[in-house]
C-alpha cells in the first residue's frame, strides 16, 4: 500500500537460531472437480488493522448484530488472510503513550493469526523487513541494522530475524501457507533514509547482487524451516503496479539471481497505476506466467462503494474517477471485484487480495490521523454493517 512514511527510533535484539539447508517446490493449485475455479485460489483480505480498530471503539456487524470480522469474511467466502509484520514498530506507542500493544508487530500478528485459524483461513505473511510501512518510495532500514556495512552481516540478519520469527510460529503451529518477502519492492528494500556506509539495496540504482543476496538469504531461512517442520511455503514477491511486472521478474531471476520463489504478486489500485488499463491486466498476468513459468498473484487491491468520509480524517479515494462502468456504490463495488477476479482467475492467476476491507473508522491513530483514510473502501458501511460486496468472495465464477 502506497502511504506518507516516516521513522522513529526502535530497538531490536536478534536471536540467532541453527539452520538446515533444504529446497522445497512451491505449492501449486490443482483444479476443482468441474475443471473451473482453481481449488488453491485465493480470496484474500488484508485485515492488518481489525485488532487496533476494535481496541479503538471499532465495531463491525451483520445485520446489526455484531460480529467477528475474520468470521464473517469467512463465511462470505473468504480463505486467505494477508497479515503485515514489521520489524519493530515502537514508534505506535509513541502515538498511544506506551497504553497499547505493538500493532503490526509479531505479537499483534500472532494474536491475528490465531483469529484466522480460528475462522478457518490460511495466512500470506508480509514481512516489511522495515519498521514502518514499506512501499516503492519508503523502504527504511529498520533501526536495529542501521549500523550494518557489510552485505554479508545484513543478509545473516535477515536470515536469523525470518528464522526467529517462523520458530515462534512453529511453536504455537501457526506457520503460514504464504510468506512475503518484501512489501513493493519496486526499487529494493531498505534503500531509504539509510545511514553512510549501509549497503546499497537499491535495484533502480543497479544494486540487483546486494538485494538478491538479501532477498535469498530470507529465503533461506523460510526453506530452512519448511525442512525442520516438515511444512511447504509458497514464497512470493512483490511489486507496485502491474506495469512492472514483466521487466522486474526477468530482473531480479537473471540480475539479482533470485530462483527459489514460487508466486509474483503484484498491487493494482486504479487511481495510482494507470499503465495498464483495468481491461488489459489479464493480459500482463498470461504473459507473465508465460515468460517466466511462475504463479501470479493479485495482492493488493480496492474500490470505494462513496466519496463521503465518515470522520476527519481524509481519504486516499475521493473524486478520482471511477473506472468505466464501476460507479462508487456497493453495487459498483462489488461488480468491480467480481470483473477483476474473474479477469486473474480467467488469466492463470492463483489469487487476489483486498487491502484492508476492514479499515473503518474508530478512534485509532496512525501517523497520519485518527479513524481511517479508507473506511469509504471497506466491506462495512458507517454503521458497521457488512455490505453485498462480499458477494464476490462466493461468486459463481467460471
Not at 90 to 96: G, K, N, P, R, T
Not at 299 to 328: C, K, R, S
Not at 329 to 339: K, N, S
Amino acid at each position: 500500500m502506497i502511504l506518507r512514511v516516516f521513522i522513529r527510533p526502535v530497538l531490536f535484539l536478534l536471536v540467532f537460531a541453527s539452520c538446515v539447508s533444504c529446497k522445497k517446490e512451491g505449492v501449486k493449485p490443482q483444479p476443482d472437480e468441474n475443471g473451473n475455479i482453481p481449488a488453491g485460489f485465493a480470496m484474500g483480505v488484508d485485515l492488518s488493522y481489525v485488532n487496533q480498530v476494535e481496541d479503538h471503539g471499532g465495531v463491525y456487524r451483520e445485520n446489526g448484530q455484531q460480529v467477528d470480522p475474520f468470521k464473517v469474511l469467512a463465511r462470505h467466502g473468504a480463505n486467505t488472510v494477508r497479515l503485515r509484520l514489521w520489524h519493530n514498530p515502537d514508534w505506535v506507542f509513541d502515538l498511544y503513550n506506551h497504553s497499547v500493544p505493538l500493532y503490526s508487530g509479531l505479537d499483534d500478528v500472532i494474536k491475528s493469526m490465531e483469529r484466522a485459524k480460528e475462522a478457518g483461513m490460511d495466512v500470506l505473511l508480509d514481512f516489511h523487513y522495515s519498521d514502518t510501512w514499506a512501499d516503492p518510495g519508503h523502504q527504511d532500514v529498520p533501526r536495529a541494522w542501521r549500523d550494518i556495512t557489510d552485505i554479508q552481516v545484513l543478509a545473516d540478519s535477515v536470515y536469523q530475524y525470518t528464522f526467529n520469527v517462523l520458530s515462534r510460529l512453529r511453536e504455537k503451529d501457526l506457520l503460514p501457507k504464504m510468506i512475503q518477502v518484501g512489501n513493493e519492492t519496486n526499487c529494493g528494500m531498505m534503500m531509504t533514509h539509510t545511514p553512510a556506509g549501509f549497503p546499497s539495496l537499491n535495484v533502480c540504482q543497479g544494486h540487483w547482487a546486494n538485494f538478491g543476496k538479501v532477498v535469498n538469504a530470507a529465503i533461506s531461512a523460510i526453506r530452512d524451516m519448511d525442512a525442520l517442520a516438515g511444512h511447504s511455503t509458497q514464497v512470493i514477491l512483490h511489486v507496485a503496479d502491474p506495469k512492472n511486472l514483466n521487466y522486474w521478474m526477468g530482473d531480479v531471476i537473471h540480475k539479482g539471481n533470485v530462483t527459489d520463489f514460487d508466486v509474483m504478486g503484484f498491487s493494482y489500485y486504479h487511481i495510482w497505476h494507470t499503465t495498464v488499463a483495468f481491461n488489459g491486466l489479464g493480459n500482463v498476468v498470461k504473459q507473465v506466467k508465460t515468460n517466466y513459468n511462475r504463479d501470479v498473484m493479485l495482492l493488493e487491491t480496492a474500490y470505494p462503494f462513496t466519496t463521503a468520509n465518515n470522520d476527519n480524517y481524509p481519504n486516499l479515494y475521493y473524486n478520482q474517477p471511477p473506472v468505466a462502468g464501476f460507479p462508487y456504490t456497493v453495487e459498483g463495488q462489488r461488480d468491480f471485484m467480481i470483473a477483476l477476479t474473474q479477469s486473474m482467475m480467467d488469466a492463470g492467476a492463483i489469487g487476489v487480495f483486498y487491502w484492508e476491507p476492514a479499515w473503518i473508522s474508530s478512534s485509532m491513530v496512525d501517523l497520519w490521523g485518527t479513524g481511517s483514510s479508507w473506511e469509504n473502501c471497506a466491506f462495512f458501511n458507517f454503521s458497521g454493517n457488512v455490505t453485498d460486496v462480499v458477494q464476490y468472495l462466493n461468486w459463481d465464477y467460471q
